[in-house]
T-cell receptor
Framework: GENVEQHPSTLSVQEGDSAVIKCTYS??????FPWYKQELGKRPQLIID?????GEKKDQRIAVTLNKTAKHFSLHITETQPEDSAVYFC???????????FGPGTSLSVIP | GAGVSQTPSNKVTEKGKYVELRCDPI?????LYWYRQSLGQGPEFLIY????????DSGLPNDRFFAVRPEGSVSTLKIQRTERGDSAVYLC????????????????FGPGTRLTVL
């Protein structure tokens, strides 16, 4: 089955700096890669997603890149703000409407 | 509109007891997913329903776990003979599952049920 790895497990950045989280997946059949943000004690929320026929996608301060050959994908957050502090999960799925396999998470702290 | 709701929000039980966890999806969402999240880890897939039927139950850890969705809306996750290792937050999510080429299918999560087995 699919296995998603994620690093770093913790990340601390100064406000205004960029943050990068990297993930790898194992199943070449995976075709859909969502990213979720989970604040302490709250539910996961989708922040951006990308499909395998696209190499990069951007939404304001957030961008994702996908290298399907290498089975790597990354989340980039620019101009970080304290409210970006949370745990971020990358995930992979065979289709956009199938089960989602999550990575172990990255705890991001943005220091004011 | 109302989001995904789950009841109870917290459940404390004793080892060996039976528990039921309920999920009310967003109205009109045909797909429903159960995940389990242990402390410090990502959500772990358990089972996925499309309508009333289980489309994929490959994540259920053993036969003590069972889920139903008899009318294609509310779902109940049932755990028999609970063990301390079952302690976790159980998350439910729902989506429209349009399944059309080029369409996306965001999974909306509920607040979870925190299960503690003593």
């Amino acid at each position: 089955g699919e296995n998603v790895e994620q690093h770093p497990s913790t990340l601390s950045v100064q406000e205004g700096d960029s943050a990068v989280i990297k993930c790898t997946y194992s199943d070449s059949a995976s075709n859909y890669f969502p990213w979720y943000k989970q604040e302490l004690g709250k539910r996961p929320q989708l922040i951006i997603d990308i499909r395998s026929n696209v190499g990069e996608k951007k939404d304001q301060r957030i961008a994702v890149t996908l290298n399907k050959t290498a089975k790597h994908f990354s989340l980039h957050i620019t101009e970080t703000q304290p409210e970006d502090s949370a745990v971020y999960f990358c995930a992979a799925s065979p289709t956009s409407y199938d089960k989602v396999i999550f990575g172990p998470g990255t705890s991001l702290s943005v220091i004011p | 509109g109302a989001g995904v709701s789950q009841t109870p929000s917290n459940k404390v039980t004793e080892k060996g007891k039976y528990v039921e966890l309920r999920c009310d999806p967003i109205s009109g969402h045909t797909a429903l997913y159960w995940y389990r999240q242990s402390l410090g880890q990502g959500p772990e897939f358990l089972i996925y329903f499309q309508g009333t039927g289980a489309a994929d139950d490959s994540g259920l850890p053993n036969d003590r776990f069972f889920a139903v969705r008899p009318e294609g809306s509310v779902s109940t996750l049932k755990i028999q003979r609970t063990e301390r290792g079952d302690s976790a937050v159980y998350l439910c999510a729902s989506s429209t599952r349009r399944g059309l080429a080029g369409s996306y299918n965001e999974q909306f999560f509920g607040p979870g049920t925190r299960l503690t087995v003593l």
